[in-house]
């Protein structure tokens, strides 16, 4: 799952969240500094990162991928799944997507001492060109899927892959909602209140 997921399978408080997302973008070295409360969204981030890449219908979604892309298909599918949550987000969240990044956005000022600048920067940048919610569009998911093109060694053209979603709209859109069901399930002894 790529980064709306996790933000979304959290507990309700910003170093479990930034904790969620933080393995996606520092070194397994740098994860190590963080406090236990960041430790607890790592761990969260982590699992759910086993669940999905070991899931019959996460399988079925890559094995979809045209040659060129099958490497990345893992990527590519994470992102897809994260368009369907962002476009039904009314299905699983009472507050709008909107208010959802607005609050994340406003959270990280409690949390800018205790994490190095250059990653607050990383996650101010998520917010400030509205992300999440640029997931709800296949264009958004276009611009997605450059940026993360532009952090590989060797780029593939990832932004062109979403005639892949486009094409099996109907497919992924069941699959991922089959699958989130499962993996909510999964995850929710690490977000429950102790």
Not at 104 to 124: H, S, T
Request: proline share 5%.
């Amino acid at each position: 799952m790529n980064w709306l997921a996790h933000a979304y399978l959290s507990k309700p408080n910003i170093e479990f969240r930034v904790g969620n997302i933080l393995p996606d973008l520092v070194s397994i070295t740098e994860l190590k500094n963080f406090s236990p409360p960041y430790q607890e969204g790592i761990a969260c981030h982590k699992a759910i990162d086993v669940f999905t890449d070991s899931h019959p219908i996460v399988k079925n979604s890559i094995k979809r991928m045209p040659a060129h892309y099958k490497r990345y298909g893992g990527i590519l599918t994470d992102v897809f799944y994260d368009h369907f949550l962002a476009k039904n987000w009314k299905l699983y969240s009472a507050l709008s997507l909107n208010e959802f990044s607005r609050h994340f956005y406003r959270d990280l000022d409690f949390i800018e001492r205790e994490i190095p600048a250059d990653i607050l920067y990383k996650f101010k940048r998520i917010f400030e060109h509205n992300i999440f919610e640029t997931y709800q569009d296949i264009s958004g998911i276009h611009v997605a899927l450059q940026r993360i093109d532009l952090r590989l060694r060797k780029p593939a053209n990832l932004g062109s892959a979403t005639f892949i979603l486009e094409e099996y709209y109907d497919l992924y859109d069941a699959e991922f909602t089959r699958f989130f069901a499962g993996l909510q399930r999964h995850i929710e002894p690490y977000i429950k209140k102790p």
